[in-house]
């Protein structure tokens, strides 16, 4: 088994900075445990991976997000901080709604992790969210109900989510919806962080996100699940596929009710394409830039 200090160094070539190795090597540390043998192997284990090129929040098994702690495994997209900072906006907006005597009902489509009706969940006083959150991936799905569980949404009195394995587009993907929720009527709060990088963005990011995260929730190509379903091709090599589908959905499927919050995460330079797309059918527009300057955001209302 190599050396600590060696793998430490190693980390430090690797990332380019002697003093964010050092960093990582404690947080790694810290979340390996005690000083035993067998925690010393899975700490040179672990510096190996991330010298290696694996992602520190995989490597951790958590990510910071907003007030709460997010479990991550690969393949399932890592939450970023663009998505918290609008997460977080999205809550301070829903605070100023006039509560009625039920939960906001929130459709959150390409769930993940679930990072988003928790962080919504959590932003807000109890009783206030009734979170669902759609994902077609199992692995995804299966991670999105551990952090319900651990974040403490899973139970009757409170802010509660719950998650669904099934695929957007699938043709009979809102008739499936209607028959999941039992009693059907449209939903306060659409929000959605689908994948949205065009091919040759794809082919331009890191090896490490490239290697380890879901390349389906990456890359805003009409998956093979779409069969009949047609779309534009330029809305495909743009990324805008899943912004094409879910725009229909709201469109012709009565998803959100009149009044109601729609907030659609959207890649650089896509801001005013889905806005462009969204516009006919709402009744208010706005699009939100990320600390980092970047239109981050369209949000709107029905």
């Keep these: 088994m190599p050396r600590i200090s060696r793998l430490v160094a190693n980390l430090a070539r690797s990332l380019g900075s002697r003093q964010q190795a050092l960093r990582e090597f404690r947080w790694i540390k810290e979340s390996t445990g005690s000083h035993s043998d067998s925690s010393q192997g899975l700490l040179a284990d672990r510096l190996l991976k991330r010298t290696r090129g694996w992602p520190l929040q995989y490597i951790l098994g958590t990510q910071p997000f907003g007030s709460i702690e997010i479990l991550t495994r690969p393949p399932t997209l890592i939450p970023r901080p663009e998505t918290e900072y609008w997460t977080l906006r999205l809550a301070q907006t829903l605070r100023s709604h006039k509560?009625?005597?039920?939960?906001?009902?929130?459709?959150?489509?390409?769930?993940?992790?679930?990072?988003?009706?928790?962080?919504?969940?959590?932003?807000?006083?109890?009783?206030?969210?009734?979170?669902?959150?759609?994902?077609?991936?199992?692995?995804?799905?299966?991670l999105a109900n551990e952090n319900i569980s651990n974040c403490g949404f899973n139970k009757s009195g409170g802010n509660t989510v719950h998650v669904w394995h099934s695929d957007i587009f699938a043709q009979d993907f809102v008739r499936s919806l209607k028959q999941h929720v039992k009693v059907w009527e449209p939903f306060d709060v659409l929000t959605s962080n689908p994948p949205y990088i065009p091919r040759q963005e794809y082919d331009k990011l890191s090896h490490t996100v490239r290697l380890f995260e879901d390349p389906l929730a990456l890359l805003g190509e009409v998956p093979p699940s779409a069969g009949g379903l047609c779309y534009r091709l330029e809305h495909d090599k743009l990324g805008l596929s899943f912004y094409t589908r879910i725009i229909s959905l709201i469109q012709s499927q009565n998803l959100v009710r009149p009044g109601g919050h729609i907030a659609l995460e959207v890649g650089e330079g896509q801001a005013r394409l889905v806005e462009e797309m969204i516009l006919p059918f709402v009744t208010q527009i706005r699009v939100w830039t990320d600390p980092w300057g970047i239109e981050r955001v369209v949000y709107a209302r029905m």
Excluded: K
């Design 99 to 142: 509560f009625e005597d039920r939960p906001l009902r929130v459709l959150d489509l390409c769930t993940g992790t679930a990072c988003i009706p928790l962080l919504l969940c959590d932003s807000l006083p109890p009783r206030t969210i009734s979170a669902l959150g759609v994902d077609n991936s199992l692995s995804a799905v299966e």
